[in-house]
């Protein structure tokens, strides 16, 4: 009897096998479903910016102010009869000079030296 159990066990182990590691099976369906869900959140980030550059084209081929801005902007272009100032950053500071340090300008005055008696 006991040889009966493990002869069932060894063969239902073996119709398992395949349902789980085979090809089809079920850690290949898991994987393949995390796959799927990154490549989800990619095409919905890719889907966002494509619209937002769909809405700009829409814009600079109906109307004349999307053009006027870029060319305001990034190409620095006025208007006829328009004043163009234009007001630099602020450099950076420099970095002040350090002091000289004190021990430096206190060895530096040496005492006159008394004159030898003779």
Do not use: C, H
């Amino acid at each position: 009897m006991r040889w009966l159990a493990v002869g069932l066990l060894v063969v239902v182990v073996l119709l398992q096998a395949p349902l789980w590691i085979g090809k089809g099976g079920w850690l290949r369906v898991w994987d393949v479903d995390r796959q799927l869900q990154q490549q989800k959140e990619i095409n919905q980030t890719l889907e966002m910016r494509n619209a937002g550059l769909d809405a700009e084209a829409r814009d600079l081929k109906q109307g004349y102010e999307a053009i006027e801005e870029r060319a305001r902007f990034e190409l620095g272009m006025v208007k006829q009869d328009e004043v163009f100032v234009q007001i630099p950053d602020r450099p950076r500071a420099a970095p002040a000079v350090a002091p000289v340090a004190r021990s430096a300008a206190v060895t530096a005055q040496v005492a006159p030296a008394k004159p030898a008696k003779r």
